[in-house]
């Protein structure tokens, strides 16, 4: 007798990185939401990593595309194309999602068209079932939170193009605010402020590394220096600057007041006991974010609130997607689902 479904995936999809959870194997990838088409002929030339590589190095016939936007898909057919690459790299064949039940996760706060058509991205290549969840709810749960309980939780989820706030209790969002801006934006941010101070132009990852190496949250760390290298937009040459972390933390501070903004505004909308809660439990932190140097000192600093952040803070939501397919029974109810079966006795 067959199994119902031949494989089951726990899968966030992220504006930044994609990470996927099969059913009894754990974390088994782990990559940029990047592709790399030839402009032309529409060929797909890389995804993941590879294509990563290519960004800011690649002749004029590539183009270099994120097929997500927001946390929510903003290109169907590359988005199709990216995670048929990724399933392929991890089953060693183009099989896709075919009999498989997915577990998807979407921010918070979408439209039910948005939701929509990420679900039917994995039923349209031959997925069984598809049923996307709220990320905070994912990620809490990977983080090994208790959702089932009238507790409540606040969760901070910082994205690559999305940050996410959200109080949690019994299973569900009791209140929640979003911000179209996170990782992705403090980039273009430091690239901004290059262009602007020095006159001088660099590239997504040249960025993404400044944030990495001297990025901070805080103004009592100590000092530290950066020298990086670009285009001179006066005479056209390459050229160098030494950069210092106090001025990537002024990038990076009106950010953070906007983020702190967002937590103050969910709690305000959440009852009384729920904000009494989150006071006794804290806040979880988790994302690419998370690993923001300082940030968890700031927010609690700026709150009054303890800050945790999560042991996995870039898997903790495919965890957490990864924890629903069957092997968690709780209170937790996914926000919709797509059945072909069902869909297919309705015809």
Known sequence: MFKQFDKCYGIDLGTSNTVIFEKGKGIVLNEPSVVAFHHDTGELLAAGSEAQSMIGRSPAH????????????????KTSIMLKYFIKKIQGRPSFFRGSQIYISVP??????????????????????????????????????????PIGHLVLDIGGGTCQV????????????????????????????????????IGERTAEFIKTQIGTASTTTDERTLDIRGRDLVNGLPRSIRLV??????????FLVTLIDAIRATLEL??????????????????????????????????????????????????????????????????????????????
């Open 62 to 77: 590539v183009e270099i595309t994120y097929p997500l936007k927001n946390g929510v898909i903003a290109n169907f057919d």
């Open 108 to 149: 918070c706060g979408i439209t039910n068209v948005q939701k929509r058509a990420i679900e039917e991205t994995i039923i349209h290549k031959g997925g069984k079932k598809a049923i996307v969840v709220e990320e905070p709810l994912a990620a809490a749960l990977g983080a090994g939170l208790r959702l089932d309980e």
């Open 166 to 201: 959200a109080v949690l209790s019994l299973g569900g969002i009791v209140a929640s605010h979003t911000i179209n801006r996170a990782g992705l934006s403090i980039d273009r941010d430091i690239m901004d402020y290059v262009k602007r101070q020095y006159n001088m132009e």
């Open 245 to 254: 972390s106090s001025e990537i933390y002024m990038v990076i501070n009106d």
């Open 270 to 347: 959440c009852p009384p006991e729920l904000a009494g809660d989150v006071m006794e439990q804290g806040i979880l932190l988790c994302g690419g974010g998370a690993l923001l140097e300082g940030i968890a000192d700031r927010i609690r600093a700026e709150t009054g609130v303890a800050v945790h952040i999560a042991d996995q803070p870039l898997e903790c939501t495919a965890l957490g997607t990864g924890m629903m397919l069957g092997a968690y029974k709780s209170k937790i109810k996914p926000v919709s689902q797509i059945d072909t079966a069902a869909e297919d006795t309705a015809v």
